[in-house]
C-alpha cells in the first residue's frame, strides 16, 4: 500500500538528531525521510555531542544511518558504539529510559547491537546478545528485499509488508539457540524478509545474507528502539523501485494516479506521528 496522501505537516514537529561522522554516509537520506514525514532534522557530528555543542535532551528520535563507520575495522559498528559508550553513555541511558524513539539502520542497527540496546532483555542496555556476522555468501551484497512486519512498534503502525533496498557485508542476523527462543516469546522480532513483489521480480533468494530465521530487525522491549539491515531512507519513492516500470504501466491501465512514495516511508510517518 502506498501511503502519499498520510503526508502532512504539523504544527509542532518533533526534533529528530541523526548521528554522523567517521564513516556514516545514509545521513542526507534519512533526513529527507523525516523532513517529508514533518519532523526538524538536525544531522549532528558525534563529536559535538561529546562537545556540548548539541544535547540529546533536546530531541526526541535519534537515528544512527547506514554507512561504514571506522570503516568497520574493529567490526562493524563497534568502534563508533564504544566512542558513545566513552563519552556519551549517561546522556543515552538517559535518553532511552524517556518516552522518545531511537533507529538505527543498517550499520546504525550495526551499532545499535555493539550497544546492547536491542534487544536489551529486562532493560538491561548495554548487555551485548545478539550479533550481525558476515553474509553467508562473504560478499557485499546490494539489492531490493521483501519484508514482513510481525509485531508491534510505534516505528511499525499500519504496515504488515514492505520493500527497501539493502547495501552490507555483515548483515546475517545471528544469535544462539536460547536468545533467539527468548527473543521469539517475547516478540521482539520485529520485521523478516518475506518472498513478496520484488523478490519474484528479481528473481533472488528471499533471504539475502543467511539471517537466521530470515530476521531483517528487531526490537528492544518497549518497541520504541528499532534496529534493521534495510535502508527505507533508500527506497523512499516509489521511482527508487526496481519495479517500478510494471507499476508506472499498472497505474496508467486502470487510469490511476502513479504514486509517489513506496511504501518504506511509512515508517518516518509512525516516528512523527507518535509525537504529534
Same mark, same amino acid.
Given at each position: 500500500?502506498?501511503?502519499? %496522501? ?24 534519512? %533526513? ?16 559535538? #555531542? ?15 544511518? $547506514? ?31 524517556? *518516552? +522518545?524513539?531511537?533507529? $538505527? ?26 550479533? #550481525? ?14 519484508? +514482513? ?6 516505528? #511499525? ?29 517475547? +516478540? #521482539? ?24 530465521? *530470515? ?29 517500478? $516500470? ?5 497505474? +496508467?491501465?486502470?487510469?490511476? %494516479?502513479?504514486? %509517489? ?16
Amino acid at each position: 500500500m502506498f501511503i502519499e %496522501k498520510h503526508l502532512r505537516d504539523f504544527n509542532m514537529k518533533p526534533k529528530v538528531l541523526i548521528f554522523s561522522g567517521y564513516g556514516f554516509q545514509s545521513e542526507e537520506e534519512t %533526513k529527507l525521510g523525516f523532513e517529508l514525514a514533518g519532523a526538524n532534522v538536525d544531522i549532528v557530528h558525534i563529536n559535538d #555531542l561529546i562537545e556540548n555543542l548539541y544535547h540529546l535532551s533536546d530531541y526526541q528520535i535519534l537515528a544512527f544511518p $547506514g554507512g561504514f563507520s571506522y570503516g568497520d575495522d574493529t567490526g562493524s559498528g563497534n568502534a563508533y558504539a564504544n566512542k558513545l559508550k566513552n563519552h556519551l553513555w549517561e546522556d543515552m541511558q538517559n535518553f532511552v529510559m524517556k *518516552d +522518545k524513539l531511537i533507529i $538505527g539502520i543498517c550499520n546504525g542497527f550495526q551499532v545499535l547491537v555493539n550497544l546492547g540496546f536491542v534487544p536489551a532483555f529486562g532493560s538491561k542496555y548495554g548487555e551485548r546478545t545478539v550479533a #550481525l556476522v558476515h553474509n553467508e555468501s562473504s560478499r557485499l551484497i546490494c539489492r531490493w528485499v521483501d519484508m +514482513k512486519v510481525i509485531t508491534n512498534s510505534p516505528w #511499525l503502525i499500519n504496515m504488515t509488508t514492505f520493500s527497501a533496498p539493502i547495501a552490507h557485508g555483515e548483515g546475517k542476523f545471528y544469535a544462539p539457540a536460547d536468545i533467539l527462543d527468548k527473543l521469539h516469546k517475547k +516478540k #521482539l522480532v520485529a520485521i523478516k524478509y518475506t518472498k513478496g513483489n520484488i523478490a519474484n521480480y528479481q528473481d533472488y533468494p528471499v533471504n539475502p545474507n543467511g539471517s537466521i530465521d *530470515d530476521i531483517a530487525g528487531i526490537i528492544d522491549e518497549s518497541g520504541r528502539i528499532l534496529g534493521l539491515m534495510p535502508h527505507p531512507e533508500r527506497g523512499i519513492f516509489s521511482f527508487q523501485r526496481p519495479d517500478f $516500470g510494471f507499476i508506472k504501466e499498472s497505474c +496508467k491501465r486502470r487510469g490511476e %494516479k502513479i504514486p %509517489k512514495f513506496s511504501d518504506s516511508i511509512q515508517i518516518f510517518i509512525n516516528a512523527v506521528n507518535y509525537f504529534s
